[in-house]
Every structure is written in structure tokens, then in C-alpha cells.
């Protein structure tokens, strides 16, 4: 909110980056990490969990209205990180009901997230849910070692579409790296 209003009454608001934005003696990039960390760890080591409102919440101020883009990539990547910590059976930040909103109703919704303009941390973020919706509806059975192979039941995986319209759209050094 501070970096909103400062930047809507400051004449020079293009010459600002997240580094150089200083409010309260530190950068807006910090701030935005402060308080996701402090989200993380909040409802990481308590019985909390994040609801649908609060994603979506948080959705509509970092991700779909951000001040940067890089508020944006911070954020896609706490998600990120928030689902493979499920995955490897960390402190759950969210149920899956909040899980599986985040991907049908956030990440494979194209009015909710933009395709063409799509960070690597963006296509990061798509493919950690993509594997983690699939692999718990046994869609997409990963390999245990190296010497074993991924098993995908193509005609049923969740979010094929929207994967398709990332290939076909994000720019190109959004996928690169791409594991699926």
C-alpha cells in the first residue's frame, strides 16, 4: 500500500525499481520478502493454514495488481515453495481444497494469470502445481531414482490445456528449463 500511494503522487514513477524504492530506511523488495517470510513461518510452525481468502487476497495484490514484477516472481515463488513443502512432507501451509484453487482457479485461469508475459518464476510456479495436482490424482507418477521412468496418463492430467497455451504463448525464456 505505502509503494502504491507513493508511486501514484511521485512525478518520477518510472525511475523507480524495487531496490531503489526506499520506505522506512529499506527497499520495497525487502519489505515484500519480510512479510512473506513471516507468513511462511507464521503459519509454518503454528496450526494456522492460509484459507481460499487469503490466497486470493494475496493473489490480487502481489500477483494480478503488483507494484513490480518483481513483487509478482516473489510471490509465484512462495507458492511455489509452499507445495513442494507439501510435498516433502513439511508443516502444511494450506489444505489441498486450497491447492487444487490455486491451480484450476489461479494458475490455469488466463483472465487470473497472463501466459504472455509469464516470468520463469511464473512458469516455475505453474509446473510445481501442475506436478503436484497430477501426481496426487495418480496422473503422473515420478521416478524414484534416476534409473526409473515418469509414468503420465496423458488423457487425463489436469491443466494439459493451459500448459499447451504457456508453450504455445509465455515467452521464451519463461519455459526454458521445462521438466515436463
Given amino acids: 500500500k505505502y509503494a502504491t500511494d507513493y508511486l501514484s503522487s511521485s512525478p518520477s514513477r518510472g525511475s523507480f525499481t524495487p531496490d531503489t524504492l526506499i520506505i522506512h530506511g529499506q527497499p ?11 507468513l511462511s513461518f507464521l503459519v509454518g510452525s503454528s ?28 510471490s ?20 489441498q481444497q486450497v491447492t487444487k484453487h490455486i491451480f484450476a482457479d489461479l494458475l490455469c485461469n488466463p483472465t487470473c494469470f497472463d501466459y504472455a508475459s509469464m516470468s520463469v518464476e511464473g512458469f516455475n510456479c505453474f509446473q510445481s502445481y501442475f506436478i503436484h495436482i497430477n501426481h496426487t490424482k495418480d496422473l503422473l507418477l515420478l521416478p524414484y531414482s ?15 490445456d493451459p500448459l499447451w497455451n504457456i508453450i504455445m504463448t509465455a515467452k521464451k525464456q519463461a519455459s526454458c528449463g521445462c521438466r515436463l
Avoid: Y
Fill in 28 to 38: 520495497h523488495s525487502a519489505h515484500i520478502m519480510q512479510r512473506l517470510s513471516f
Fill in 146 to 160: 534416476q534409473f526409473h521412468r515418469i509414468i503420465v496418463l496423458a488423457n487425463k492430467l489436469r491443466g494439459l
Fill in 76 to 95: 509465484l515463488l512462495s507458492l511455489a515453495d509452499a507445495v513442494e513443502a507439501k510435498d516433502k512432507k513439511q508443516p502444511i501451509i494450506f489444505q
Fill in 47 to 74: 496450526r494456522l493454514q492460509l484459507g481460499q481468502n487469503h490466497i486470493d487476497s494475496l493473489w490480487n495484490t502481489l500477483v494480478k495488481s503488483s507494484v513490480f514484477p518483481d513483487d509478482r516472481n516473489k
